[in-house]
């Protein structure tokens, strides 16, 4: 087992080695209660999860934990958000890319002929290169610009996984068939990876946003999605803070569908498609 756990508040968190006593009753009761099917993810997996939120409770061992979750009815959302923590795909809403590809892409590189994508909390990859083909397609359509993504999170695993650049098919599934045989090739075991033109547009790089130092300076539009989960209310302003810094002139905060901005940050951003969670710099 890993002594090593990684939680977005406290990156990295040494616990101590526990034994599995109570750990099938557990994943059993889990998957009852939150209704999800655990037995697609590796035991390891699993296990991590479930000591960042035994770490955060202060449970010494699986039956405690259990114990907890019996009694503590506000623990059931955290689990899952634990359990889903690295979750993403392709296209994720697709009204949001749909509208930041054919409107905020073609007035920013139609205007400068050049853009500049931080997706801040990039997971597996799916978000930076959902931005690479939504680009990809521009340029198809004979517009001309210098393109630069960077993509960033904490966990180093998951940035593995995404530099490999190989995708379930249900990662795809917002995908056009047309945008799938562009951009991925099939490979052996039935999997999809992304072709070069789109990969090479989209650099990988450790960084934690609660250190509250941008990854640089003046891009056109900055991406933090569904990232602040276990961030506090403080954290969540710092990150408003942040994202304002990074941003040049007019640029783009795209935030996830749940997320909200607090009322003591929210004059650092205009409305832009409020709706759709996406301000611009004020
Ligand atoms: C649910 S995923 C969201 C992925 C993508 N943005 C999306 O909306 O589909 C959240 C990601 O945020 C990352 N994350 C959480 N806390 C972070 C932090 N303090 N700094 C950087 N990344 C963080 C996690 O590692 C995880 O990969």
Redesign the pocket.
């Known amino acids: 087992m890993d002594k090593k756990i ?1 939680t ?2 406290f ?1 990295q968190i040494n616990v101590p080695q526990v034994s599995d006593k109570g750990l099938p009753e557990l994943i059993q009761d889990v998957q009852k209660r939150l209704n999800i099917q655990l037995t697609n993810y590796k035991q390891d997996y699993i296990k991590r999860r479930l000591l960042s939120r035994m770490n955060s409770t202060r449970s010494k061992d699986f039956v405690e934990y259990h114990q907890y979750l019996k009694t503590h009815p506000e623990e059931e959302e955290k689990l899952r958000n634990a359990l ?6 392709f296209l ?1 809403d697709p009204d949001v890319f749909n509208l930041i590809g054919k409107e905020i892409f073609n007035s920013i590189v139609t205007a400068k002929r050049s853009i500049k994508i931080w ?6 990859g ?2 930076p290169y959902t931005y690479a083909i939504l680009l990809h397609e521009l340029s198809k359509a004979g517009i001309n610009y210098n393109g630069a993504i960077i993509a ?4 180093e695993e ?1 940035l593995k996984k995404a530099r490999t650049g190989i995708y379930e098919k249900n990662a795809l599934e917002n995908l056009s068939e047309n945008q799938i045989s562009r951009h991925f090739e099939k490979t052996e075991d039935g999997k999809f990876k992304i072709r070069d033109h789109i990969k090479n547009m989209v650099r990988f790089q450790s ?4 250190k509250g130092v941008p990854i640089g300076r003046m891009f056109d539009v900055v ?5 602040t ?2 961030f506090n209310e403080q954290q969540k302003k710092d990150l408003v803070k942040l994202v304002s810094e990074s941003l040049g002139k007019d640029g783009f905060y795209i935030m ?1 569908m749940s997320e909200y901005m607090s009322k003591d940050v929210e004059a650092l951003f205009k409305p832009y498609k409020p709706m759709l969670k996406i301000f611009q710099k004020a």
């Not at 997706?119 to 597996?124: F, V, W, Y």
């Not at 960084?207 to 609660?210: A, G, R, V």
Request: aromatic residues 2%.
């Open positions: 990684t977005p508040v990156p889903t923590i690295n979750v993403t795909k994720r997706s801040a909390g990039c997971s597996s799916e978000e960033t999170d904490i966990d998951i960084h934690d946003l609660m991406s933090c999605r569904n990232v989960i276990y996830g």
